[in-house]
């Protein structure tokens, strides 16, 4: 008996189709002639999925008892034993209950493909175990069910249930997911659309490094070691070195000049470890790499050639990009480079060699005479040199034939190496020299004369100058490299320092000039304009030095002369003291338009506001109670009831714009101070329903253990006073609905109406003051409802959004915390 096949229905999310197609290929294959069996299929009371199980046999479930409780499981033993040729096995991530006879369902599946027998089964691209911490992160939701990435990698076929995540949302509003009370908690939880965006390119990208493996297990099994040009993958190889921004720029113009290609980065490291490359280089290169949508790697080996073209062939790589050496002209005569021996070996990829302007720049030069070491520490150490060679060589005649010429060598030597350690370069040559030459008049058959009768003799002298020069070479590099390094660290920390300092803005021109006078030494630094000092710091008394910055612009040091090296850091510092000086002035000229036009913009809403909305209330109070005053006007008992009802209606809207007036006018003061503390919601829905006209037509809805929120309940109720206010005047004819549920950490309520709606482009613009988009007339608020909601629910911590309503209609989401 064979092992039977699998194929898995890959979907994005719950509703795209994935049961739906499976049980259409069930159908196609009993048509066929298959003996097919429905082993288990969850419908979720969708009819076009029911009806799909019309025609096929369905076995009974087991039934497992857990807990008092009888629970449908999938009948493992009914399938094995009834073994037909192919079953339908839904939901591959569930859990089977307690006492079953596999743990989970993909183990059951596991049984049924050992079997023989073929299986047809589902799984969401949420349940997979590798993705469960990237869909929580997406999400917020973690998954309870699970099935290994690898039982779906080995399935003989995964085929992907797509669907837009616009066309699933409709789907999902028209019912075909959901019973119409999930619907709303599903739109605004689970099924936003930038959650299934982002699902569905999890699953995307999954299914296509499940088929770069397939690819690459056929080309294995069939003994293909050649590159298959299925899409552009470009792999540039990198050093370290100053050269690869340039690599990599390059390399991604390759990868997308044939479309949307593959970039990936390289660095082989030395099997020892030692990379010779600058960690700090590497990291940022591979940010840059990333930054372009590319992948960095790294590979073990000594052999560089051979490491790139393995890799890039590992990686079906079409093309390879490689910098030209860095090497000397005469280095790379000698010995050929990395990019001669991967063009020799590259086969059908492409190599491209890059030139840049580090290329050949290495050669061979002299050290320079003068160091990095101050010029008190080069005269201690040829005051050491003039002063140790006369008593060494005193020392060593005392001696005598105690000591031979290699022990006196060795003696020099050391003298040397002090010098050098002291002096640097030039001190310790000085010493080389002359030690030599007194060791050829004293010490060097025949005495007293500059010659050397024996050839070891003159190979020991030889010796030991070279020795002493490349150790004294070496200690002055050091000094050289530590003093340019510590200095480069603290120009860096500087600068960047400097940087947060322009960035604070305000005060930052003030602390930036404190910061350079720190660093300098300096007594007073000053930055000038035209004359007229823009900003100071320390005594300004001495010499004054001047460092430009643009025109008009420069700063003023006193306290001591700065060394050129000096000045060229200090420039850097200037253009950062003139873009403080820039962005200071930008700000505050920002700021004042700002104001003007925010204070112009709510004189000319105040004005439109009294001009319309607050004169007809108004209006309507003068004509009702002068008609009520007139003793010439004969009114019967219901007009006069009617008129002072229209006194009181009137009267009620007037003090409710006012209120939103003074509301908005402490919101835009900052003078709303929420007294939190844990709130009923629902009790508080159901006192804001008393301020409308007529409460009957809201339906609220709420789960029993719906948890306090953290809210002022007093600011709360007004909120969704003004929501539900709103809705009503939008919708005057249709029902309104008020819901509320809990996430993890907060809860939602959404007040629902199936009004005109409001286009996508506008639903910010429903939270400006005063605007009604035109779709209220005038009389019926001043358009501050909406804006005073979001302000107050802000002030308390929350959150306050529009969305469609599905079917018609907007709906307003009013997210607050859970409270402890």
Same mark, same amino acid.
């Given at each position: 008996?064979?092992?039977?096949?699998?194929?898995?229905?890959?979907?994005?999310?719950?509703?795209?189709?994935?049961?739906?197609?499976?049980?259409?290929?069930?159908?196609?294959?009993?048509?066929?002639?298959?003996?097919?069996?429905?082993?288990?299929?969850?419908?979720?009371?969708? &009819?076009?999925?029911?009806?799909?199980?019309?025609?096929?046999?369905?076995?009974?479930?087991?039934?497992?008892?857990?807990?008092?409780?009888?629970?449908?499981?999938? &009948?493992?033993?009914?399938?094995?034993?009834?073994?037909?040729?192919?079953?339908?096995?839904?939901?591959?991530?569930?859990?089977?209950?307690?006492?079953?006879?596999?743990?989970?369902?993909?183990?059951?599946?596991?049984?049924?493909?050992?079997?023989?027998?073929?299986?047809?089964?589902?799984?969401?691209?949420?349940?997979?175990?590798?993705?469960?911490?990237?869909?929580?992160?997406?999400?917020?939701?973690?998954?309870?069910?699970?099935?290994?990435?690898?039982?779906?990698?080995?399935?003989?076929?995964?085929?992907?249930?797509?669907?837009?995540?616009?066309?699933?949302?409709?789907?999902?509003?028209?019912?075909?997911?959901?019973?119409?009370?999930?619907?709303?908690?599903?739109?605004?939880?689970?099924?936003?659309?930038?959650?299934?965006?982002?699902?569905?390119?999890?699953?995307?990208?999954?299914?296509?490094?499940?088929?770069?493996?397939?690819?690459?297990?056929?080309?294995?099994?069939?003994?293909?070691?050649? +590159?298959?040009?299925?899409?552009?993958? +470009?792999?540039?190889?990198?050093?370290?070195?100053?050269?690869?921004?340039?690599?990599?720029?390059?390399?991604?113009?390759?990868?997308?000049?044939?479309?949307?290609?593959?970039?990936?980065?390289?660095?082989?490291?030395?099997?020892?470890?030692?990379?010779?490359?600058?960690?700090?280089?590497?990291?940022?290169?591979?940010?840059?790499?990333?930054?372009?949508?590319?992948?960095?790697?790294?590979?073990?080996?000594?052999?560089?050639?051979?490491?790139?073209?393995?890799? =890039?062939?590992?990686?079906?790589?079409?093309?390879?990009?490689?910098?030209?050496?860095?090497?000397?002209?005469?280095?790379?005569?000698?010995?050929?480079?990395?990019?001669?021996?991967?063009?020799?070996?590259?086969?059908?990829?492409?190599?491209?060699?890059?030139?840049?302007?580090?290329?050949?720049?290495?050669?061979?030069?002299?050290?320079?005479?003068?160091?990095?070491?101050?010029?008190?520490?080069?005269?201690?150490?040829?005051?050491?040199?003039?002063?140790?060679?006369?008593?060494?060589? /005193? %020392?060593?005649?005392?001696?005598?034939?105690?000591?031979?010429?290699?022990?006196?060598?060795?003696?020099?030597?050391?003298?040397?190496?002090?010098?050098?350690?002291?002096?640097?370069?030039?001190?310790?040559?000085?010493?080389?020299?002359?030690?030599?030459?007194?060791?050829?008049?004293?010490?060097?058959?025949?005495?007293?004369?500059?010659?050397?009768?024996?050839?070891?003799?003159?190979?020991?002298?030889?010796?030991?100058?070279?020795?002493?020069?490349?150790?004294?070479?070496?200690?002055?590099?050091?000094?050289?490299?530590?003093?340019?390094? /510590?200095?480069?660290?603290?120009?860096?920390?500087?600068?960047?320092?400097?940087?947060?300092?322009?960035?604070?803005?305000?005060?930052?021109?003030?602390?930036?000039?404190?910061?350079?006078?720190?660093?300098?030494?300096?007594?007073?630094?000053?930055?000038?304009?035209?004359?007229?000092? +823009?900003?100071?710091?320390?005594?300004?008394?001495?010499?004054?030095?001047?460092?430009?910055?643009?025109?008009?612009?420069?700063?003023?040091?006193?306290?001591?002369?700065?060394?050129?090296?000096?000045?060229?850091?200090?420039? /850097?510092?200037?253009?950062? /003291?003139?873009?403080?000086?820039?962005?200071?002035?930008?700000?505050?000229?920002? %700021?004042?338009?700002?104001?003007?036009?925010?204070?112009?913009?709510?004189?000319?809403?105040?004005?439109?506001?009294?001009?319309?909305?607050?004169?007809?209330?108004?209006?309507?109070?003068?004509?009702?109670?002068?008609?009520?005053?007139?003793?010439?006007?004969?009114?019967?008992?219901?007009?006069?009831?009617?008129?002072?009802?229209?006194?009181?209606?009137?009267?009620?809207?007037?003090?409710?714009?006012? &209120?939103?007036? @003074?509301?908005?006018?402490?919101?835009?003061?900052?003078?709303?101070?929420?007294?939190?503390?844990?709130?009923?919601?629902?009790?508080?829905?159901?006192?804001?329903?008393?301020?409308?006209?007529?409460?009957?037509?809201?339906?609220?809805?709420?789960?029993?253990?719906?948890?306090?929120?953290?809210?002022?309940?007093?600011?709360?109720?007004?909120?969704?006073?003004?929501?539900?206010?709103?809705?009503?005047?939008?919708?005057?004819?249709?029902?309104?609905?008020?819901?509320?549920?809990?996430?993890?950490?907060?809860?939602?309520?959404?007040?629902?109406?199936?009004?005109?709606?409001?286009?996508?482009?506008?639903?910010?613009?429903?939270?400006?003051?005063?605007?009604?988009?035109?779709?209220?007339?005038?009389?019926?608020?001043?358009?501050?409802?909406?804006?005073? =909601?979001?302000?107050?629910?802000?002030?308390?911590?929350?959150?306050?959004?529009?969305? &469609?309503?599905?079917?018609?209609? @907007?709906?307003?989401?009013?997210?607050?915390?859970?409270?402890?």
């Amino acid at each position: 008996m064979g092992r039977g096949t699998l194929r898995v229905y890959l979907g994005a999310a719950p509703g795209v189709g994935k049961t739906f197609a499976a049980l259409g290929e069930a159908r196609r294959r009993a048509e066929r002639g298959a003996d097919v069996v429905v082993g288990v299929v969850e419908t979720h009371g969708r &009819d076009r999925t029911a009806a799909q199980l019309e025609g096929l046999e369905v076995l009974p479930r087991a039934t497992v008892t857990h807990r008092g409780v009888a629970l449908a499981e999938l &009948d493992v033993d009914g399938v094995l034993a009834r073994h037909p040729e192919v079953v339908v096995v839904d939901e591959l991530a569930h859990t089977n209950a307690p006492g079953s006879r596999n743990e989970f369902r993909w183990q059951d599946v596991q049984e049924f493909v050992a079997a023989g027998i073929c299986v047809i089964t589902t799984v969401n691209v949420q349940h997979l175990a590798s993705l469960t911490d990237v869909v929580a992160q997406i999400t917020g939701v973690t998954q309870g069910e699970t099935v290994p990435d690898e039982v779906v990698r080995r399935a003989d076929q995964v085929e992907l249930v797509d669907m837009s995540p616009e066309s699933l949302r409709r789907r999902l509003a028209h019912g075909n997911v959901y019973p119409p009370e999930r619907i709303d908690a599903a739109m605004g939880n689970w099924f936003r659309v930038g959650n299934l965006t982002a699902l569905r390119e999890l699953a995307l990208l999954w299914l296509a490094d499940r088929v770069d493996e397939g690819l690459r297990r056929y080309r294995a099994e069939h003994d293909i070691d050649h +590159v298959w040009e299925t899409r552009e993958r +470009v792999v540039v190889a990198l050093t370290g070195g100053p050269e690869g921004e340039t690599l990599i720029r390059r390399a991604s113009r390759v990868a997308r000049r044939q479309g949307d290609g593959d970039l990936l980065a390289v660095h082989v490291l030395r099997a020892d470890g030692l990379t010779g490359a600058s960690p700090a280089a590497l990291r940022a290169q591979r940010a840059l790499v990333e930054s372009l949508g590319g992948s960095y790697h790294q590979v073990v080996s000594d052999d560089v050639a051979a490491a790139l073209l393995e890799f =890039a062939r590992g990686a079906d790589a079409t093309q390879l990009v490689v910098g030209t050496s860095r090497r000397s002209r005469w280095a790379r005569a000698l010995r050929g480079g990395v990019g001669g021996a991967v063009i020799a070996g590259s086969g059908e990829i492409d190599v491209h060699i890059v030139t840049h302007s580090a290329a050949g720049s290495r050669g061979l030069r002299l050290p320079p005479l003068t160091g990095a070491l101050t010029a008190r520490r080069r005269w201690a150490g040829l005051a050491l040199a003039v002063a140790g060679i006369p008593v060494v060589t /005193a %020392a060593c005649l005392a001696a005598g034939t105690a000591l031979s010429l290699a022990s006196v060598l060795l003696v020099f030597l050391l003298l040397v190496v002090a010098v050098a350690l002291v002096g640097g370069l030039g001190p310790a040559l000085l010493a080389a020299v002359v030690g030599a030459l007194v060791e050829n008049w004293f010490f060097t058959q025949p005495t007293g004369r500059l010659t050397v009768a024996r050839l070891d003799d003159l190979v020991a002298l030889a010796g030991y100058l070279v020795v002493a020069v490349a150790v004294a070479t070496v200690v002055d590099r050091s000094a050289q490299r530590a003093t340019a390094a /510590a200095r480069s660290r603290a120009e860096t920390a500087l600068l960047a320092s400097l940087s947060r300092s322009v960035l604070a803005g305000g005060g930052g021109m003030q602390a930036m000039l404190e910061k350079v006078r720190e660093a300098f030494g300096l007594q007073s630094v000053a930055l000038v304009e035209s004359d007229a000092v +823009v900003g100071s710091c320390g005594d300004p008394a001495g010499d004054v030095a001047t460092v430009p910055v643009t025109n008009g612009l420069q700063l003023q040091l006193t306290g001591r002369d700065l060394a050129p090296g000096e000045r060229r850091v200090l420039v /850097a510092f200037a253009e950062q /003291a003139a873009v403080a000086l820039q962005q200071g002035r930008l700000a505050e000229a920002a %700021a004042e338009a700002d104001r003007l036009a925010a204070g112009n913009s709510m004189r000319t809403a105040l004005l439109a506001a009294v001009s319309h909305d607050l004169r007809t209330p108004l209006a309507g109070i003068k004509a009702a109670s002068s008609a009520l005053r007139s003793t010439q006007l004969s009114l019967s008992e219901a007009d006069r009831a009617e008129l002072v009802e229209t006194v009181d209606e009137s009267a009620d809207r007037l003090a409710g714009l006012v &209120d939103n007036l @003074l509301d908005m006018s402490r919101l835009q003061a900052g003078a709303v101070t929420p007294v939190t503390a844990p709130a009923d919601l629902v009790g508080v829905v159901h006192r804001a329903l008393t301020w409308l006209e007529d409460p009957s037509r809201v339906t609220v809805t709420a789960p029993d253990d719906l948890p306090p929120v953290l809210a002022d309940p007093g600011l709360l109720e007004r909120v969704v006073a003004n929501l539900v206010d709103n809705a009503a005047q939008h919708a005057p004819a249709g029902p309104l609905a008020v819901t509320a549920g809990c996430l993890p950490d907060r809860v939602e309520l959404r007040v629902v109406d199936r009004g005109p709606g409001v286009p996508a482009a506008d639903r910010e613009r429903v939270f400006a003051p005063f605007q009604r988009l035109g779709d209220t007339p005038s009389g019926h608020g001043v358009g501050l409802g909406l804006a005073v =909601a979001r302000g107050l629910t802000e002030a308390m911590g929350g959150t306050l959004d529009a969305e &469609d309503t599905p079917g018609g209609g @907007l709906t307003m989401v009013l997210s607050l915390q859970v409270a402890a």
